[in-house]
């Protein structure tokens, strides 16, 4: 009988001990995922990533730095004419001294994304190119390189919709 009452007594202090129904990481998603973005640029690989990517840029070796973008990798705010690449884009547009001045900044976090330049982080009415480079799979991957977004849609997201 004493063991019965001993054990019960275990099980119940035990149970109580647990915190059932509550996580901590609850307080932050009932927040909006508000949670700033970790600063990556002293890591190593996103070193390397940017390094490799600036290297590729100045010489324009469009295979490495195709191999480095994202799958939807974002380059012009309004969906491409049907059978333009990226390159093509740029070439057009005269764009490669902009990349290639614009990956030498300083990198920051800001809304999920590594950004160039810092201003972006700092100013929401930044109006110049942007570059962002994010994580995808446990590999960095450029994202995006883009203009000052259209004025009809200033206030969206610093990056451009998935193309």
């Given at each position: 009988m004493k063991f019965r009452a001993i054990s019960a007594l275990l099980a119940v202090t035990l149970l109580a001990a647990c915190p059932f129904g509550y996580n901590p990481s609850?307080?932050?998603k009932a927040k909006g995922n508000t949670l700033?973005?970790?600063?990556?640029?002293?890591?190593?690989?996103?070193?390397?990533?940017?390094?490799r990517l600036r290297l590729s840029?100045?010489?324009?070796?469009?295979?490495?730095?195709?191999?480095?973008?994202a799958p939807d990798f974002g380059y012009?705010?309004?969906?491409?004419?049907?059978?333009?690449n990226v390159f093509a884009f740029w070439d057009q547009?005269?764009?490669?001294?902009?990349?290639?001045?614009?990956?030498?900044a300083k990198w920051v976090p800001y809304d999920g994304y590594m950004v160039v330049p810092p201003e972006l982080a700092e100013n929401p009415n930044y109006d110049g190119y942007r570059a962002g480079v994010?994580?995808?799979n446990g590999s960095w991957r450029f994202s995006y390189f883009v203009p000052a977004p259209p004025p009809e849609s200033a206030a969206e997201?610093?990056?451009?919709?998935?193309?």
């Open positions: 609850d307080k932050k700033p973005t970790k600063d990556e640029s002293g890591d190593v690989a996103f070193q390397a990533f940017v390094g840029v100045e010489s324009r070796d469009m295979a490495a730095i195709a191999s480095m973008m012009r705010w309004d969906k491409p004419p049907a059978g333009e547009n005269n764009v490669w001294p902009k990349l290639t001045a614009l990956l030498r994010k994580m995808v997201s610093p990056a451009p919709a998935s193309l």
